[in-house]
């Protein structure tokens, strides 16, 4: 069992920042992939960015040059630094992690971006 915990959301101006962070239960070296998705109102849940347990990231081209993804070892946490945030990034942000070939999803944290 994983259980994965989000923070930081939060109501942000366009243009502004939020780092997005997701705490694991275990130890995250245990945990091959992890994954941010987001879900905006009436639409479907999307990946937004992947980390591999080698610390190799991969983005949507929707957020490229904009998020960084990223884990901290030591403290079993994985983060989303967002930057240069737009309306459109607006949305229920989740994390999830692969862990002995099955999927744990966190409760999701909202971001708004909105003037």
């Known amino acids: 069992q994983v259980q994965l915990v989000e923070s930081g959301g939060g109501l942000v101006q366009p243009g502004g920042s939020l780092r997005l962070s997701c705490e694991v239960s275990r130890s995250i070296l245990s945990i091959n992939v992890m994954e941010w998705y987001r879900q905006a109102p009436g639409k479907e849940r999307e990946l937004v960015a992947t980390i591999f347990r080698s610390g190799t990231p991969n983005y949507a081209d929707s957020v490229k040059g904009r998020f960084t993804i990223s884990r901290d070892n030591a403290k079993n946490t994985m983060y989303l630094q967002m930057n240069s945030l737009k309306p459109e990034d607006t949305a229920v942000y989740y994390c999830?992690?692969?862990?002995?070939?099955?999927?744990?999803w966190g409760q999701g944290t909202q971001v708004t971006v909105s003037s």
């Open positions: 999830n992690g692969v862990y002995e070939f099955k999927v744990y």
